[in-house]
């Protein structure tokens, strides 16, 4: 009975101690309900279309591939690509180009004019190479990937659609050819005996004849013609196999240049490293500043509160520096790094753990406590880091939009693209990701200094 009431009165004293930290609670009893929220979205949701700039030069009323006697409209198949993305109207291929650069599209999909043309006259003689076009966002491998399976995806089922209706067309009229039958061409309806027909005729005139006739060598030479023939027919014929796959897919990244994937994954790697150090570092020290009260005696004297704001973000970041450019020269010796852009290592790496630092001492100021602060830069670290990475398509509209704004919001996102651009210089510019560093830099240090307003209470 002594141990329960031990434990209840143990219970009783966290639970005080839980009250007394609030932001703490709070991030206790809010963190998995937003996380469960996300989960719920992502699961009830379907994963949005790519934005796919198309420009198709097949003016309307065209785009129909005739066959023998049949039509095949290659708009219908269009349409089932359309359904798979969320297509933005070009009028030509540089503004499709244009729009994947300025990034109001992730692809450009270009059809050619005579892509019709370019697929009869494949159908017909078994030569060409009817071309459509890709053009990928060269930003963002994660997403470059998705993209390129979703449109790829849909002009392989268009493909398969296509090729299977022209073999059946084939494979239809062969078998006239074989057996006999009606067969339209241009414009002209030919009645054909069929080869099969030729075979028991010249068989039958062989039989009828005397043996010693004159015909009869040449009608047996008929007689093997023909039987080679319905051999050779009985297989596919070059022409089928050309439509088995009648469209190339040539794709391009809209800059000439991709961030790699390897050199991406470092970046990830690092900039993680990055955001749990000077988090964990900035946050701890600050908040110990309070655990040691030492932080009224260091305002009284001579310590202004954006003095210490500022040293603890500087001593964050410069830790965080020499561990990031650590970590990165020893993953150069197993992967690709382009040391003659060191210099934009460093102020990358440097920039974006001052904007990180900052976020860290606004957490501290407000947990007040070291370990509540450890915790709470731990918690924000991990949600931050997955949601800024999730894919935009893979996701619904509006989920999508929600977590491009926090995204927005935290620095992890704009510090990837910033050493992204420094390992590879893939990225179109540094300086963009740089200054959303140094806004957010300035904002969360202004939220640090109106939590230190309440620092020293009790």
């Known amino acids: ?94 503004q499709a180009r244009a729009d994947v650069r300025d990034g109001q599209a992730l692809a450009a999909l270009i059809i050619p004019s005579d892509i019709d043309q370019q697929i009869q006259q494949l159908i017909e003689t078994g030569d060409g190479n009817p071309t459509v076009q890709i053009v990928l ?34 494979i239809t009229d062969l078998q006239k050819v074989l057996g006999g039958g009606s067969v339209s061409f241009l414009g002209h309806t030919i009645n054909l005996l069929g080869l099969r027909g030729v075979r028991a005729i010249a068989q039958t005139t062989i039989g009828s004849l005397p043996k010693h006739s004159s015909l009869r060598p040449a009608l047996a030479q008929v007689a093997d013609f023909v039987n080679v023939a319905i051999d050779g027919l009985a297989l596919a014929s070059p022409q089928i196999g050309g439509v088995a796959t009648p469209l190339t897919v040539h794709e391009s990244d809209v800059s000439g240049a991709t961030t790699p994937t390897t050199s991406y994954a470092i970046a990830i790697a690092v900039v993680v490293l990055l955001m749990f150090v000077t988090l964990l570092l900035a946050a701890g020290m600050l908040a110990l500043e309070r655990s040691e009260n030492a932080y009224r005696r260091l305002v009284r004297g001579l310590v202004r509160p954006e003095l210490l704001l500022a040293e603890k973000i500087v001593l964050a970041s410069v830790c965080a520096l020499a561990m990031t450019l650590a970590t990165s020269a020893v993953i150069s010796i197993f992967a690709p790094l382009d040391w003659s852009r060191f210099v934009l290592w460093v102020v990358g790496l440097a920039v974006g753990g001052a904007a990180f630092s900052a976020l860290g001492v606004a957490v501290g100021a407000l947990a007040r406590d070291v370990s509540v602060a450890s915790l709470l830069a731990f918690l924000i670290s991990l949600p931050v880091a997955f949601i800024a990475l999730v894919p935009s398509t893979s996701v619904s509209g509006g989920l999508s939009s929600v977590l491009g704004v926090i995204s927005f919001v935290f620095p992890f996102r704009a510090a990837l693209e910033a050493v992204s651009n420094a390992f590879t210089a893939s990225q179109p510019t540094i300086a963009l990701p740089l200054l959303h560093l140094a806004v957010l830099a300035l904002v969360f240090v202004a939220l640090g200094r109106v939590a230190l307003s309440r620092f020293g209470e009790r």
């Open 137 to 170: 966002n060269d930003r963002n491998p994660l997403e470059r990937a998705l993209v390129q399976q979703a449109i790829q995806a849909r002009v392989d089922d268009v493909q398969t659609a296509v090729s299977r209706q022209l073999i059946k067309l084939v």
């Open 1 to 94: 009975m002594s141990r329960l009431v031990s434990v209840r009165w143990l219970l009783v004293k966290d639970l005080r101690i839980l009250q007394r930290s609030p932001v703490l609670l709070g991030t206790l009893v809010i963190y998995p309900i937003v996380i469960a929220l996300l989960i719920g979205f992502a699961i009830s949701n379907p994963p949005g279309r790519p934005r796919v700039a198309v420009y198709s030069g097949v003016t309307a009323g065209r785009g129909t591939v005739a066959f023998g006697s049949q039509r095949i409209s290659l708009s219908k198949y269009a349409k089932e690509l359309y359904s798979s993305i969320d297509p933005l109207h070009a009028a030509s291929p540089q």
